[in-house]
């Protein structure tokens, strides 16, 4: 969520920032109009409670001069009607205003390009080689399905379109990675591993960005419990401190966590729609960092090295790249994609994406810390990424290590988890 006070003194700004993110469309004036009318109310309603005050003192008064007070009392009441009628008004007003203010993205950082869309992404560095075949690469799906550990077709019928069944050694490289991923952030980089809900309830979906807005992209169960299945371990990670002021010292919070994460997908209609690439149910290995504001942005330098550790030891070929303004996300102030390469698609595909949000989370999850020497607490700033999308990753290991005969070579630093295993075969 935008500073309030910002949004006042800088319109300007923000409706650049707007337009710079294809949002013109978004009422910036009906923000204002709706921020002037609260604050109207504000002044009014100060002004009713000295009234109040001068009234009390007054009553006091005269009861101690044992006069009269009657007149005075009745003025009071009058004014105490009165003062309850601005208080309604002032709660429907902040209502108004948050709910439009909460539709309004963070403020894109001055290194992010200016673009409409993917086409304007800025390719930052290329790493590793695309691997040469002898023959015509087949995709992850005709891959997985010849294996047998791959089976679309049930899980369809035991769900719907966009889930997968994996069997055997499907099921196991997904595990496999899934512990290579957490411990290669736990151990080398400094992550506290979590096991979290996979269900949170509206504020701590708000705290994060995806509601109001993303409501449609959601799962939400039934019933009054007030509950929704999580996009990703972000959510919950970075709500983690949700409503609390911390130390100085405590800072930065790094924390890690596996969990499948559950997406509608509802604006993707007929995209992506062959095998794992979009899915309604996929697992992920996230990671989050709550930072003070000076070093946020180093920390997503150094984020966005520790996801592609990941890539580096599977010697997966990848690229990095900055997303233009029209492709950055509603909560981030810059975002940084990695892209594998996927023979089966001769192209790269986003396998993770690491951002900094800045104060904007923080603001709406209302988590804030303390500097020493200071009384008045500061926002603390909160970055996510990738560390990484598992079924992606199995995606890019198939068709990256694939063989002519149809089988998949184990990268070397995944055998252990593997238990030696060093090809998937038929």
């Known amino acids: 969520m935008l500073d309030m006070k ?72 009058e004014v105490s009607k009165k003062a309850k009628a601005l208080g309604d008004q002032a709660k429907a007003a902040d209502e108004a205003l948050n709910d439009i203010a909460l539709g309004l993205p963070n403020l894109l950082h001055d290194s992010v390009p200016i673009g409409r869309d993917e086409n304007d992404n800025r390719i930052e560095r290329t790493v590793g080689e695309p691997p040469k075949f002898d023959f015509e690469p087949k995709d992850h799906v005709d891959l997985g399905e010849a294996l047998g550990i791959f089976d679309f077709a049930a899980a369809a019928r035991l769900a719907r379109a966009r889930f997968n069944l994996s069997i055997g050694p499907g099921a196991r490289i997904e595990r496999a990675l899934i512990n290579f991923m957490l411990d290669i952030q736990t151990k080398e980089h400094g992550y506290t591993e979590v096991l979290p809900p996979l269900m949170v309830n509206s504020p701590t979906m708000q705290g994060t960005g995806n509601l109001p807005k993303f409501a449609e992209d959601l799962f939400r169960l039934e019933g009054d419990l007030d509950l929704w299945l999580i996009p990703t371990a972000e959510v919950p990670l970075t709500n983690i ?30 995209k992506d729609t ?52 029209g492709d950055t996300g509603f909560s981030a102030a810059k975002t940084y994609d990695i892209e594998v390469w996927l023979p089966g698609q001769d192209t790269y595909r986003e396998i993770s994406s690491c951002s900094n949000c800045t104060d904007f989370q923080a603001r709406r999850a209302n988590i804030r810390f303390r500097r020493k020497g200071r009384k008045k607490p500061e926002f603390v700033h909160t970055l996510n990424g990738s560390g990484g999308a598992v079924g992606r990753t199995v995606i890019a290991l198939l068709e990256n290590f694939q063989n002519e005969d149809g089988s998949i070579t184990i990268p070397e630093a995944l055998r252990p988890y593997m238990d030696g295993l060093e090809k998937i075969s038929g």
Not at 33 to 39: F, H, L, P, Q
């Open 241 to 270: 401190h949700a409503g609390q002021i911390l130390e100085e010292k405590q800072l930065p919070i790094f924390y890690t966590a596996y969990t499948p994460c559950f997406r509608s997908e509802a604006g993707s209609h007929g």
């Open 6 to 77: 910002f949004i006042r003194e800088h319109p300007d700004e923000v409706r650049r920032n707007l337009e710079n993110r294809n949002n013109a469309a978004i009422g910036l004036d009906d923000v204002l109009e709706k921020d002037a009318a609260r604050r109207k109310i504000l002044h009014e309603t100060e002004q009713v409670r000295a009234e109040q005050n001068r009234a009390s003192e007054e009553i006091a008064r005269l009861k101690k001069a044992k006069e009269d007070a009657g007149e005075a009392i009745a003025a009071m009441q």
């Open 274 to 325: 062959r095998g794992m690439l979009r899915q309604h149910q996929f697992n992920k290995v996230e990671l989050v960092k709550l930072t003070n504001p000076e070093d946020s942005f180093d920390e997503l330098e150094k984020l966005t090295a520790n996801a592609e550790t990941i890539l580096q030891r599977l010697e997966i070929p990848y690229r990095v790249v900055t997303l233009c303004s």
